[in-house]
């Protein structure tokens, strides 16, 4: 592809492309990046930044890793793409077998599809018309958590209501019941207690009940113990409603285990179903899948074709991401990725206290290779209300700031988090964490009372 220069590559951006997540009216222009490698991207003014965040999460090898690359370009020149209805092929059926290898139990079927919304779009329509098959005509009714995210697909917006995003869309979703987060220990006895009523008083019409197991994301990073997810989950089971896992984000070592469920199964909760995307391929290629059992796979066999799932996407099992997925899982397979994940889950461990400490900072946690925290911010010195919120000034501020020091990364309101690409150096961590300091001071005099404020 000719290279564009910087100036010509923003122009052009800004004359024909319409960002996700962007009020493209106030936003700063954009990072014009025209090249990554490892946990560095380079704009095409030859600057170097961190990519502390996995480009949303879904990088975790690094970028342009050879391994992966190699893999999608060899498959690429074999079979690019073929229908998944009617047709198999050899990445498809390997990368099946390998997740099913690796997957908890009692995972044993694949469906694929193309990014996690519909990942869990599937598990919605999986679980809705398992209970339809087998005869259970009113369950009709989802749970889900409070500040949950599954994506931006409508089903995965009604479940994710509370979240916030979707206001214009509200009366196009569907009715779910929401259940408090159980962040900390009074939370986690009110959700019990009121997934307990729920149970009680409506079993008979909950299909499924769904969440993000260990760590809500782009709620701002909340933790969850593994203890209380599973209690979650045999409440359900005991209930005889489903157990979604989203796993969009948790999977593929971000938690410190492959998948956040392995953790808890360790306290005895496991899930019917399970979703997985961003870090399947490694961050290449688009590419999403939904586990299920083979119970709730057996429900859809029938003589009828209206028994079947009747859902299924253009680029279903796309042989690229399938390579890209093999790579991406073989790179797993070598003791220095398990040890760069433990690394920095250390460093982070290490910066814990420190953090703890700061003036600035609430509520700092790690979860695996995530770290999160809260920024204080003082609102009357701000002058807007609106400063923790999602694309607020407040995160601009912090985004850019970050980014004067080569670092991107895209604070959630006010909570600020590392999720970096398992490959990136020791020092680029301890790196970051300097830096953060240096933000941190900046941000200490803008938000000091009196002369000198200058923030907004
Ligand atoms: C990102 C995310 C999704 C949506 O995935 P997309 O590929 O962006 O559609 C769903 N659930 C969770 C937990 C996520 O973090």
């Known amino acids: 592809m000719k290279q564009l220069g910087h100036t010509k590559l923003l122009e052009l951006d800004a004359q024909y492309c319409w960002h996700p997540f962007t009020q493209m009216q106030t936003a700063q222009p954009p990072l014009a990046v025209v090249r990554g490698e490892g946990e560095f991207l380079f704009d095409a003014q030859g600057n170097k930044y961190f990519d502390a965040v996995s480009s949303w999460w879904v990088n975790i090898h690094g970028h342009s890793n050879p391994a992966i690359a190699q893999a999608i370009a060899k498959q690429a020149l074999e079979l690019e793409h073929v229908m998944f209805a009617g047709v198999t092929h050899p990445p498809a059926v390997q990368l ?67 979240s916030g995003f979707y206001d214009p869309f509200a009366p196009w979703l569907f009715q779910v019941d929401f259940i408090p987060t159980g962040v900390c220990a009074c939370t986690e006895e009110e959700a019990l207690a009121a997934l307990d009523t729920l149970l009680a008083n409506s079993a008979g019409e909950i299909a499924a009940l769904v ?89 859809f066999l029938s ?90 000034n407040t995160s601009q501020w912090i985004r850019q700031s970050f980014l004067e020091l080569g670092i991107v990364v895209r604070p959630l309101g006010n909570t600020v988090y590392w999720v970096p690409p398992y490959c990136s150096a020791p020092e680029t961590i301890e790196n970051a964490y300097q ?17 000198g404020s200058e923030l907004f």
């Open 211 to 299: 969440l993000e197991p260990l760590i809500q994301g782009a709620s701002g990073m909340r933790f969850m113990r593994p203890a209380h997810v599973a209690e979650l989950c045999k409440r359900c089971e005991a209930a005889g409603v489903l157990v979604i896992f989203d796993e969009v984000f948790t999977g593929f070592g971000r938690t410190g285990t492959l998948f956040a469920a392995e953790q808890v199964a360790n306290f005895g909760g496991q899930a019917d179903i399970i979703c997985i995307s961003k870090g399947l391929t490694g961050g290449f290629m688009p590419m999403a899948a939904t586990l299920t059992s083979q119970a709730i796979y057996d429900a």
């Open 435 to 451: 830096t953060l300091m240096q933000v941190l001071q900046r941000w200490g005099k803008l938000i000091a009372p009196g002369p």
């Open 303 to 392: 003589d009828k074709v209206g028994h079947a799932l009747l859902h299924g996407h253009s680029y279903t099992a796309n042989p690229l991401g399938c390579a890209a997925a093999l790579a991406s899982l073989a790179l797993f397979e070598s003791e220095s990725t398990w040890a760069n994940i433990q690394r920095i889950e250390t460093t982070h461990q290490r910066w814990l206290p420190t953090l703890a400490c700061h003036p600035l900072i609430e509520n700092p946690r790690v979860c695996g290779t995530v770290a999160a925290f809260e920024l204080k911010f003082n609102h009357s010195q701000c002058g807007s209300s609106s400063g923790s919120a999602y694309g607020s």
């Open 96 to 162: 099946a077998k390998r997740l099913m290898q690796s997957a908890p139990a009692p995972m044993a079927k694949v469906f694929y599809s193309d990014n996690g919304s519909t990942a869990i779009e599937v598990a919605l329509k999986m679980a809705f018309q398992y209970w339809q098959n087998k005869g259970v005509g009113n369950k009709k009714r989802v749970i889900a958590l409070e500040g949950g995210y599954h994506g931006d697909t409508f089903g995965a917006m009604a479940t994710g209501k509370s």
